[in-house]
T-cell receptor, first 113, second 113 residues
Framework: DAEITQSPRHKITETGRQVTLACHQT?????MFWYRQDLGHGLRLIHY???????NKGEVSDGYSVSRSNTEDLPLTLESAASSQTSVYFC????????????FGNGTRLTVT | AQSVTQLDSQVPVFEEAPVELRCNYS??????LFWYVQYPNQGLQLLLK??????LVKGINGFEAEFNKSQTSFHLRKPSVHISDTAEYFC???????????FGQGTRLTINP
């Protein structure tokens, strides 16, 4: 069965370190998204991609970057981790058109100390 | 830009009672509307969606939602809840033609026996 997997599930890092969260999907979807989930804020869009070599900033992109070198992967990099980036991060993918729902990974819980 | 407001952060109800989770979105010419459910330690799953047509939309697990354009609302309802419905519920909206969703803050539904 097709799926979307995130790794690691949990990560603890120190302020100032670079961190990369992995997202891999086998749906063959063109669209991929990164959200962060925080109490009281719901899910907020960080970056998204509509295809290989395409990346776009979302609502809360400062301090984050993504790259899309193939269809399956959209890694999220925190250039210099800050305590404000402690959160749960979700990757999602979807096919073309509004009829195609978002498929979510199970999330990565990141703690920045 | 689109925004979504979920009017209740927490809703406690007794098992087998009816429930309504409220959602309002900012006005736009035309939108797509979604409800997602998140069980503990999991990603989000699609409950139902409104794209066009009938304003009453039925989803999985006995949930339904009604699109009200004049009130810019998309409230989620279930006539009789079960313990297994305990979860967090997110309302989301996208502009037609856009493929990225804006999520509300979430409503935690707690079912008491």
């Amino acid at each position: 069965d097709a799926e979307i997997t995130q790794s690691p599930r949990h990560k603890i890092t120190e302020t100032g370190r670079q961190v990369t969260l992995a997202c891999h999907q086998t749906w063959n979807h063109n669209n991929m998204f990164w959200y962060r989930q925080d109490l009281g804020h719901g899910l907020r869009l960080i970056h998204y991609s509509y295809g290989v070599q395409d990346t776009n900033k979302g609502e809360v992109s400062d301090g984050y970057s993504v790259s899309r070198s193939n269809t399956e992967d959209l890694p999220l990099t925190l250039e210099s981790a800050a305590s404000s980036q402690t959160s749960v991060y979700f990757c999602a993918s979807s096919g073309q058109g509004a009829n195609s729902p978002l498929h979510f990974g199970n999330g990565t819980r990141l703690t920045v100390t | 830009a689109q925004s979504v407001t979920q009017l209740d952060s927490q809703v406690p109800v007794f098992e087998e009672a009816p429930v309504e989770l409220r959602c309002n979105y900012s006005s736009s010419v035309s939108v797509y509307l979604f409800w997602y459910v998140q069980y503990p330690n999991q990603g989000l799953q699609l409950l139902l969606k409104y794209l066009s047509g009938s304003t009453l939309v039925k989803g999985i697990n006995g949930f339904e939602a009604e699109f009200n354009k004049s009130q810019t609302s998309f409230h989620l309802r279930k006539p009789s809840v079960h313990i297994s419905d305990t979860a967090e519920y997110f309302c989301a909206v996208s502009d037609r033609g856009a493929q990225k969703l804006v999520f509300g803050q979430g409503t935690r539904l707690t079912i008491n026996p």
